[in-house]
């Protein structure tokens, strides 16, 4: 299945994208970790992206389309695949469909993760991330049990600068303006879904993994 999964930061995307990618035993290509995996290793790529990252802006497109055509021809990618977090932008939309024509392929469905802005605020705001293994907790909604640290991999976990107040709110205003476009973008070529992603963490798999049901045994 080839899989995209939209929704404003904060939404859950991650978490959702491991639990979904795993389930159909799928690559998660999530363009987020990707540019903090080079920020961290300081390649040329992590260097171009990080102001961006840090402001909350988004990356240019040249940049990420780049990276994101690179990933999609690895061979694990082409028999199907998630994308979290990317396209972001029309113009990402627009690249990602010519990638897939060319392959002669095709987006079986765009997962939407619905949730309102401030419910969004209160999640980032407790957002920790792994430093290891970039699994995703929640001091109030999901802590470890040990307080900064990875209950998986003992992995420490840190608040990215992306997740700091004054950048939340550009993250939110850059959603609104050139990514929740998308979702029209989509819903006209027949390929939105839109899931309610407040609640239990498991309670939204469950309602994105019913919704996903009914293709998984397409060909
Ligand atoms: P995420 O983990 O998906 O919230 O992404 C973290 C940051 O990486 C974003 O705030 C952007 O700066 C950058 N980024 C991730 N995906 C994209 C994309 N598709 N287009 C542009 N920038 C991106």
Redesign the pocket.
């Known amino acids: 299945m080839r899989l995209v999964l939209v929704g404003p ?1 904060g939404a859950g ?2 978490t959702q994208a491991q639990f979904i990618a795993e389930h159909l035993s799928i690559p998660k290509i ?4 990707i ?1 903090r995996a080079n920020v961290s290793q300081g390649t040329p790529l992590g260097l171009q ?1 990080k102001a ?2 840090d402001r ?4 240019p ?1 040249d940049v ?1 389309i780049d990276m994101v055509r690179h990933r999609l021809a690895e061979a694990d990618a082409t028999g199907g695949f998630l994308l ?6 029309t113009p ?1 939309a627009q690249v990602l469909d010519d990638i897939l024509a060319d392959a002669g392929v095709k987006l079986d469905v765009v997962l939407e993760l619905v949730v309102e802005n401030d419910e969004v605020i209160r999640r980032l705001s407790g957002r920790r991330t792994c430093r290891s293994c970039n699994h995703i907790w929640h001091v109030d909604f999901d802590p470890p049990a040990v307080e900064g640290v990875c209950d998986l991999d003992q992995g420490g976990l840190y608040q990215r600068d ?1 997740d700091q107040p004054v950048t939340i709110a550009n ?1 939110l205003e850059i959603y609104a303006t050139d990514t929740s476009p998308l979702v029209n973008y989509y819903a006209e070529r027949g390929l939105l879904i839109g899931i309610d992603a407040t609640g239990p963490v498991d309670d939204i798999t469950q309602r994105a993994t019913d919704a996903l049901r009914p293709l998984e045994h397409q060909d």
């Open positions: 930061p995307k991650g999530s363009t987020g970790d540019f992206a961006f990252m909350g802006d988004l990356v497109d990420t979290d977090g990317f396209p972001r932008t990402q992306d993250r």
